[in-house]
């Protein structure tokens, strides 16, 4: 970050910027690619460029990022309608319940107009679950029968990459625009990207700077997001192991109060569910907790985990976290859960 060459990225003169733009371009196999400060942002102006009317309806899961982790921007900032779709366990959309709440009466004046389907692969609240290849194929093919537009959250779109064997761009190609996230398990400090057409990405740019994104020397940032692209597909395949050790580890455990599948962890995320003698606030807070006899012994382990409800723990694995630290935090809950077993957990 201190070595980047930099300049004016408002006017398009960062050559690092210019750079991780192009290497994303080229990764999700759009035409063009813009530096954004973030997922929410990159997913505010996808729907901003797709939806180009107030009063607009966009088709997002009812579980999904956009609709329970963005403020419901899309309809504060660009007056767009969120519909709301059932969202099975694995991510997906219910398609039945999708093409139902397709409004295409539009010019009727007691109808809104239905211009966007919003996608997430990996899928964040159903614990890093990856949308297949032919069910992104089905959505596109319905989408392109009302003449819609698709945007996909893909903010771990690599995670979803590495579980299926595929480049980033097999995926992004049945959508119209595509968000990937330089952070989380990629392990940059800031940035996204969002990918698309040269065209869409022209009106992108202009949306970025009306939401006070346009940034000047942001090649300072850019390189560590470069960073972060020509080390992902290591780090990304040593998470998705982590995890998936992890949550084997949590079976062996077979505590009465905490459950995971490791069937269902595609990705970077293990989700712990809970039984009504422990919530996920509760765990979390001794997970996180040293006790005194740690201290003494010098042994503390502190691990930090998100509680998603009220009986439901997610724990996300990225390139800081390596084995030992996995086999430690699985240490730290097998103590905190021997309190709630009425027999030793071995």
């Known amino acids: ?12 003169e960062d050559p690092t910027v210019n750079e991780i733009q192009r290497q994303a371009a080229q990764l999700l196999g759009t035409e063009d690619a813009l530096f954004v400060t973030s997922g929410t942002m990159g997913n505010l102006i996808s729907v901003m460029c ?52 397709i409004q295409h009466g539009f010019p009727d004046a007691h109808f809104g107009k239905t211009q966007l389907i919003c996608l997430e692969n ?18 596109r093919s319905i989408a392109d029968r009302y003449h819609l537009k698709i945007h996909l959250d893909g903010a771990r779109l690599l995670n979803a990459a590495q579980y299926l064997g595929v480049q980033p761009s097999q995926i992004a190609q049945f959508s119209d625009s595509v968000s990937l996230c330089l952070s989380k ?22 949306i970025r700077k009306l939401l006070g994104g346009g940034m000047r020397q942001a090649g300072v940032l850019a390189a560590a997001g470069i960073v972060a692209l020509n080390r992902a597909l290591e780090n990304v395949a040593l998470d998705h192991q982590h995890a998936k050790a992890f949550a084997l580890g949590v079976q062996a455990i077979a505590s009465p109060v905490c459950t995971t599948d490791p069937a269902t962890v595609e990705s970077n995320m293990v ?8 919530t996920a606030e509760e765990l979390c807070k ?28 997610r724990l996300v694995w990225h390139r800081d976290i390596s084995e030992q630290d996995t086999r430690l935090a699985l240490d730290k809950l097998k103590t905190v859960l021997q309190t709630y077993s009425n027999e030793k957990i071995e």
């Open 122 to 139: 990996s899928h964040n609240r159903m614990g890093g679950r990856v949308l297949p290849l032919s069910y992104m194929k089905e959505v």
């Open 50 to 101: 797709h939806c180009n009317f107030r009063g607009a309806e966009a088709l997002i899961g009812d579980e999904s990022h956009i609709f329970m982790y963005e403020q419901g921007g899309i309809a504060q900032i660009a007056g767009v309608f969120s519909r709301p779709v059932r969202t099975l366990s694995d991510g997906s959309l219910d398609l039945q319940d999708l093409e139902s709440k």
């Open 185 to 206: 398990g990629l392990g940059a400090p800031v940035g996204s990207l969002i990918g698309g057409q040269k065209e869409f990405i022209d009106k992108a740019r202009r």
């Open 271 to 278: 989700r712990l569910m809970l039984n009504d003698k422990l």
């Open 286 to 313: 001794q997970l996180g907790d040293v006790n005194q006899v740690e201290q003494d012994t010098k042994q503390g382990v502190s691990v930090l985990a998100l509680p998603v409800s009220l009986h439901c723990v």
């Open 1 to 12: 970050m201190a070595e980047a060459e930099v300049g004016d990225d408002v006017f398009g």
